[in-house]
Antibody
Framework: QVQLVESGGGLVEPGGSLRLSCVASGFTFSDYYMYWIRQAPGKGLEWVSYISSNGGDTNSADSVKGRFTISRDNAKNSLFLQMNSLRAEDTAVYYC???????????WGQGTLVTVSS | SALTQPPSASGSPGQSVTISCTGTSSDVGGYNSVSWYQQHPGKAPKLIIYEVNKRPSGVPDRFSGSKSGNTASLTVSGLQAEDEADYYCGSYAGSNNLGVFGGGTKLTVL
């Protein structure tokens, strides 16, 4: 069955860095656009980034542009999010998700919590 | 900008409830790419409606979607206790756009 398993979250100080990973199984990873979406504690959903199936097309929300970088390794069925210059407002559960159709995450991982605090 | 949803909705078991999602002609009104997600506490969101009115495999037909102009709607018929959750709408907003989500609606089954 389809599985997306995120890892790499944790507690980091403001200005620090983290790299999130998402390992996919149960489907042909290289066929799908992938997304990162986050949810601050008690808040709604927020788009973070997307990446095309071959990695050639990416985009990120204005709130993270220049600080976060999405990438993928199709040979390892893995999606990544490199997060630099972290701020308190980046504190959230970060979900990786597989595209179902335009701007539609069809299958979500269980999420990984990132906490930015001193 | 985020899509607009009512913060809360409620209904009794067996009743129907409709949740609205209002956007603009640049998102909801401009594309047939409206989606809805159900999220139970502490769980990941689950896609329940995509492309306005399509249901993924395994989603009960008690869940239905529609759209009129810049407003989309999710209707849950025959409410059951397990339908109590947060519901989010989403929409495509054009190429090179990530899309946009609504603020969420907490559905309470009385």
């Amino acid at each position: 069955q389809v599985q997306l398993v995120e890892s790499g979250g944790g507690l980091v100080e403001p200005g620090g860095s983290l790299r999130l990973s998402c390992v996919a199984s149960g489907f042909t990873f290289s066929d799908y656009y992938m997304y990162w979406i986050r949810q601050a504690p008690g808040k709604g959903l927020e788009w973070v980034s997307y990446i095309s199936s071959n990695g050639g097309d990416t985009n990120s929300a204005d709130s993270v542009k220049g600080r976060f970088t999405i990438s993928r390794d199709n040979a390892k069925n893995s999606l990544f999010l490199q997060m630099n210059s972290l701020r308190a407002e980046d504190t959230a559960v970060y979900y990786c998700a597989r595209r179902e159709s335009s701007a539609t995450p069809g299958f979500w991982g269980q999420g990984t919590l990132v906490t930015v605090s001193s | 900008s985020a899509l607009t949803q009512p913060p809360s909705a409620s209904g009794s078991p067996g009743q129907s409830v409709t949740i609205s999602c209002t956007g603009t002609s640049s998102d909801v009104g401009g594309y047939n790419s409206v989606s809805w997600y159900q999220q139970h506490p502490g769980k990941a969101p689950k896609l329940i409606i995509y492309e306005v009115n399509k249901r993924p495999s395994g989603v009960p037909d008690r869940f239905s979607g529609s759209k009129s102009g810049n407003t989309a709607s999710l209707t849950v018929s025959g409410l059951q206790a397990e339908d109590e959750a947060d519901y989010y709408c989403g929409s495509y907003a054009g190429s090179n756009n990530l899309g946009v989500f609504g603020g969420g609606t907490k559905l309470t089954v009385l």
